[in-house]
């Protein structure tokens, strides 16, 4: 299972961010914006994950400890670079609790992913999203699920793995 541990946003936080940036930007051709309902921000990807690791993993994520809090989104931002993006992203204000969680990684960067374009495209200007207040649940452990029309995550907990 392709697995990783993320904070997400609560439903009202992700269509907040949404219907922002569907009023802020519109996008070229080629950019595909991705649905509220995926939106995260990831504190450490882990890739392929055996289902008897899972435990393991869960144990890590409680250990880090964890609970609500709020990132303000600052402007957009691109991977790998702002001129070229093939992710374009909403940079989210960090915290120290975000910084914890995510370890000993210095590349970490707060932010949610809104959109994959197949070819680089320049970053658009932050005008209608700079200073949305995101509200995010506490770290957990999420398993990316391959679906007809992309991805969806399922958050993995012990009984989710139980009958694996």
């Given at each position: 299972?392709?697995?990783?541990?993320?904070?997400?946003?609560?439903?009202?936080?992700?269509?907040?961010?949404?219907?922002?940036?569907?009023?802020?930007?519109?996008?070229?051709?080629?950019?595909?914006?991705?649905?509220?309902?995926?939106?995260?921000?990831?504190?450490?990807?882990?890739?392929?994950?055996?289902?008897?690791?899972?435990?393991?993993?869960?144990?890590?994520?409680?250990?880090?400890?964890?609970?609500?809090?709020?990132?303000?989104?600052?402007?957009?931002?691109?991977?790998?670079?702002?001129?070229?993006?093939?992710?374009?992203?909403?940079?989210?204000?960090?915290?120290d609790a975000q910084r914890r969680?995510?370890?000993?990684?210095?590349?970490?960067?707060?932010?949610?992913?809104?959109?994959?374009?197949?070819?680089?495209?320049?970053?658009?200007?932050?005008?209608g999203v700079a200073g949305i207040?995101?509200?995010?649940?506490?770290?957990?452990?999420?398993?990316?699920?391959?679906?007809?029309?992309?991805?969806r995550y399922r958050r993995v907990?012990?009984?989710?793995?139980?009958?694996?």
């Amino acid at each position: 299972m392709r697995c990783f541990i993320a904070c997400f946003p609560t439903p009202d936080s992700a269509e907040r961010l949404w219907a922002a940036v569907r009023s802020s930007w519109n996008p070229p051709a080629g950019v595909r914006l991705i649905p509220a309902a995926n939106y995260h921000m990831t504190l450490r990807f882990l890739g392929e994950r055996r289902v008897a690791d899972v435990p393991g993993i869960l144990a890590e994520v409680a250990a880090v400890g964890g609970v609500s809090t709020c990132s303000k989104v600052l402007e957009f931002g691109g991977f790998p670079a702002t001129a070229r993006a093939r992710v374009v992203f909403a940079r989210l204000e960090s915290n120290d609790a975000q910084r914890r969680w995510a370890g000993e990684n210095d590349q970490f960067v707060p932010h949610v992913s809104i959109a994959r374009a197949r070819r680089g495209v320049p970053v658009p200007g932050s005008g209608g999203v700079a200073g949305i207040e995101l509200e995010l649940a506490a770290p957990a452990l999420y398993e990316s699920v391959s679906v007809a029309d992309g991805v969806r995550y399922r958050r993995v907990g012990v009984e989710s793995v139980a009958g694996d």
